[in-house]
């Protein structure tokens, strides 16, 4: 098994950070903090998402263009099939294609409201493979798509889940990104699936470091992912103690880009929260390291 100090060759790892748009001065002033301490990290892309039912459809083009404008790092804008019809979502993106901007993650989406039951838009896309053809058709974009380790909370079964997957890939993504997970051995059941499946295209897990335990758990219940009895344990007693949760976060995360590592996986994303210290952190213990060419924003 991995431990922190094993001599592990970080030169051929890749990284990338998502990041969300800002709803106010005080957390644009954040995020472009956050953006300047991971610019040096040289990530391969930087993702921006989409607010709940295209809620945020401005900021992220703001947020997108501004990363173009601002800094050398390629930005990939996320982009949803809700409450938004063909031609509305189309839009969005030739206007990001005219804008230079040549990557989108391709999602279907959550509904507005937390717990209501997808509606797909009576002239929208209905599923995130739609809006993949759909994306096809408008311009030749790199696409990325969501996939769950631990199956997507409204999916039949894994199987079916898997077949979503592949015809996303099939129909034109080139990689997918994972939702967060904590049980490594989970990830590793769901790419022996993948593997079966035969398909072929980077799986990039999703790492989210352990800001705060109770939010994260709260995320996890929601998106499907399992939170293993053990972190319980790792976090009891730190609710009041963000010093040494932050520290424990980092350690956690570290073990389970190892492990991953060990397994031969050289690509890791990092839901960052736009808060840059534990992701910097994470990858200077992996061995990623600021890149001169990349110097900070605005260089
Ligand atoms: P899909 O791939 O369309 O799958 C959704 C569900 O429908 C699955 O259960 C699937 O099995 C099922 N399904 C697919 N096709 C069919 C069909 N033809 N008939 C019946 N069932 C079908 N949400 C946001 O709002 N904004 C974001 O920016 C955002 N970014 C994300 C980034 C990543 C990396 C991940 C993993 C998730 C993100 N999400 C985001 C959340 C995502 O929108 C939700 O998880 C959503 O519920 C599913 O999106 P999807 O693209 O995986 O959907």
């Known amino acids: 098994q991995p431990v922190i100090g094993a001599a592990l060759p970080a030169h051929d790892l890749s990284v990338s950070f998502e990041f969300f748009p800002p709803k106010t001065e005080a957390m644009q002033a954040q995020l472009w903090d956050c953006i300047q301490r991971l610019e040096p990290l040289a990530p391969a892309f930087v993702s921006v998402t989409y607010g709940a039912g295209g809620s945020t459809r401005e900021r992220t083009h703001e947020t997108v263009a501004r990363i173009r404008q601002e800094t050398r790092l390629e930005p990939a804008a996320h982009l949803t099939c809700v409450a938004a019809s063909r031609d509305e979502v189309d839009a969005v993106a030739r206007a990001y294609w005219e804008s230079g901007v040549r990557h989108i993650v391709a999602l279907r989406g959550d509904p507005p409201e937390a717990g209501t039951r997808y509606a797909p838009h009576p002239e929208g896309y209905a599923f995130a493979l739609d809006l ?155 061995g990623v390291r600021p890149q001169a060419a990349h110097g900070s924003h605005g260089a």
């Not at 030749?140 to 997507?152: L, M, R």
């Not at 894994?158 to 997918?176: C, P, Q, S, W």
């Open 132 to 286: 993949v053809q759909g994306l096809r058709r408008v311009a030749d974009f790199e696409i990325s798509v969501a996939a769950y380790p631990e199956g997507h909370p409204e999916a039949p079964s894994l199987e079916a889940d898997i077949d979503t997957l592949k015809r996303k890939i099939d129909a034109g993504a080139t990689r997918a990104i994972t939702q967060f997970f904590f049980d490594v051995d989970a990830y590793r059941r769901f790419m022996d699936r993948v593997a079966a499946a035969n398909i072929t295209v980077p799986i990039v897990p999703g790492i989210l470091p352990v800001v705060g335990f109770a939010t994260a758990k709260r995320f996890a219940g929601a998106c499907g992912a399992s939170v293993p009895a053990w972190m319980d344990e790792l976090f009891d007693g730190l609710d009041n103690d963000p010093e040494t949760r932050k520290l424990i976060a980092a350690a956690l995360a570290v073990e389970q880009c190892r492990l991953l590592m060990a397994d031969g996986v050289r690509d890791f994303h990092f839901y960052t929260l736009n808060r840059p210290d534990l992701v910097q952190a994470i990858c200077h213990a992996l």
